[in-house]
């Protein structure tokens, strides 16, 4: 009798194999630690842990996926004012590193329509991150959705490929609250966020004012905002956490526990004072 790993052993085994992967010794002396976004690989997981795959495929697809993952999101730091131009070039290898493995892993599955699939939702990543870098936004609206893009193309093109794309927009409400979460965070402890700046340049009409430099309700106009999709999100994940297929005890609780993270910013105002 064979016993197949529980969905807590497959998750474990397959991040430990990618940070096999992406952990090289000589980058890691020159780089920052490339982060590996656990909820991301929990989610290819648990889709595929209801499909009738073997725990190889399963492997392979996950490890695939995050690989190109992590070199967007590696990519994606050379634009940090605060890196050198050595570790700049570094991480554009570094970036292009993980990538090469990425197409590699593919390669030698043949699967032609999940390459194809990756392949689209990378060329949509990017197409998004160029929108917002080059400031081709002009409404809030539209920097939200390329957000929602940019976090979650790769899933909803690996669960369209799959044919559960009932998954799809409980994903990309996930990760652009997760993404919300984290950018908001930032920018209440260092005063500092790629996506608050985009917002400043939206809202106020002095493009040169430096976001730093913000008064205290300007600050508050873009924390309320932020807040209110973030309040949307978390209705629409509340809303719809029952109606997932197959959801899994592990995601459930990891799920809950993001959710839980959020705490509107004037909520906050008032226990402070």
Partial sequence: MIILPDIRQKFTDIKEQVEQKVFHPYLLKHIEMPVIDEDKLLILVSIMDRLELSYNEIKNYA??????????????????????????????????YYSGLYYKLLAESEDINMIRE????????????????????????????????IESSLLVKFSECFKVDLWNEFIINLFFFKRLLLEK???????????????????????????KK?????????????????????????????????????????????????QPFAKTLVEEG
């Fill in 63 to 96: 490890m695939t996926t995050m690989l190109i993952q992590i070199a967007l999101d590696t990519h994606e730091h050379i634009s940090n004012a605060a890196v050198d131009e050595i570790n700049r070039q570094l991480t554009v290898l570094a970036g292009d």
């Fill in 118 to 149: 990756l392949s689209r939702g990378v060329k949509e990543v990017n197409q998004h991150k160029v929108s917002i870098y080059q400031k081709e936004l002009d409404e809030i609206e539209k920097l939200m959705s390329s957000i929602k893009k």
């Fill in 185 to 211: 965070n930032r920018f209440l402890e260092t005063g500092s966020s790629f996506m608050f700046e985009s917002m400043k340049d939206l809202i106020f009409t002095n493009k040169n004012l430096s976001i």
């Fill in 214 to 262: 913000l008064s205290n309700n300007q600050q508050r106009d873009l924390l309320v905002i932020c807040d209110r999709y973030l309040d949307s999100s978390k209705k629409f994940l509340i809303n719809g956490i029952s109606q997932l297929p197959y959801l899994n005890d592990m995601l459930e609780a990891r799920i809950t526990s993001i959710i839980n993270e959020h």
